[in-house]
T-cell receptor
Framework: DAGVTQSPTHLIKTRGQQVTLRCSPK?????VSWYQQALGQGPQFIFQ???????QRGNFPDRFSGHQFPNYSSELNVNALLLGDSALYLC????????????FGEGSWLTVV | GEDVEQSLFLSVREGDSSVINCTYT??????LYWYKQEPGAGLQLLTY?????DMKQDQRLTVLLNKKDKHLSLRIADTQTGDSAIYFC???????????FGTGTLLAVQP
């Protein structure tokens, strides 16, 4: 049973460019959340997808958008990249409902130069 | 407001017990989680506790919850060098299970 898988593992982008990160949730899970973890900090909630819709959003600008597919996998898109977007982007998967276990992938390291 | 606080650093000797502390602000939080992060890696779920419980034990790990003081602790018995990592506590909010994380505690285990 594969856990949460994310791709790519590392990538470098230039300011102003756009990036797409991908996540496949753990088998049986229907909810995907995305978090941004800047160096030396705890993860910050970006948004959550359930039933192919954005269900909740954190304090992130509209440059951050996402999508969930019928197979529950998800993409995170960031437009007009800024240097400050450099971070580890983590995908979390769970089964909808409070109290269910929440598993994280290994993350995608994004460096903006 | 949303704020989870942890001490930044803890150093212990191999074989000793480690206690990592966390305070949270939202008494309506339903579940509290502990995650471990090794250098360059993602978050590994260690354990979690429902807010109506006082204690949960899982092998070397013991979680204590004082809901009145909004204080959560993680005790690691017989700490090993492989336990060296950053430990995050997180509170979940609402039915969507949005997690609010602390800044993490770096645990250094000396041989």
């Amino acid at each position: 049973d594969a856990g949460v898988t994310q791709s790519p593992t590392h990538l470098i982008k230039t300011r102003g460019q756009q990036v797409t990160l991908r996540c496949s949730p753990k088998s049986g899970h229907d909810t995907v959340s995305w978090y941004q973890q800047a160096l030396g900090q705890g993860p910050q909630f970006i948004f959550q997808y359930y039933e192919e819709e954005e269900r909740q959003r954190g304090n992130f600008p509209d440059r951050f958008s996402g999508h969930q597919f019928p197979n529950y996998s998800s993409e995170l898109n960031v437009n007009a990249l800024l240097l400050g977007d450099s971070a580890l982007y983590l995908c979390a998967s769970s089964l909808t409902g409070a109290g269910n276990t929440i598993y994280f992938g290994e993350g995608s390291w994004l460096t903006v130069v | 407001g949303e704020d989870v606080e942890q001490s930044l650093f803890l150093s212990v000797r191999e074989g000793d017990s480690s206690v990592i502390n966390c305070t949270y602000t939202d008494s309506s939080s339903t579940y509290l989680y502990w995650y471990k992060q090794e250098p360059g890696a993602g978050l590994q779920l260690l354990t979690y506790i429902f807010s109506n419980m006082d204690m949960k034990q899982d092998q070397r790990l013991t979680v204590l919850l004082n809901k009145k003081d909004k204080h959560l602790s993680l005790r690691i018995a017989d700490t090993q060098t492989g336990d060296s990592a950053i430990y995050f506590c997180a509170e979940s909010k609402g039915a969507t299970n949005k997690l609010i994380f602390g800044t993490g505690t770096l645990l250094a285990v000396q041989p």
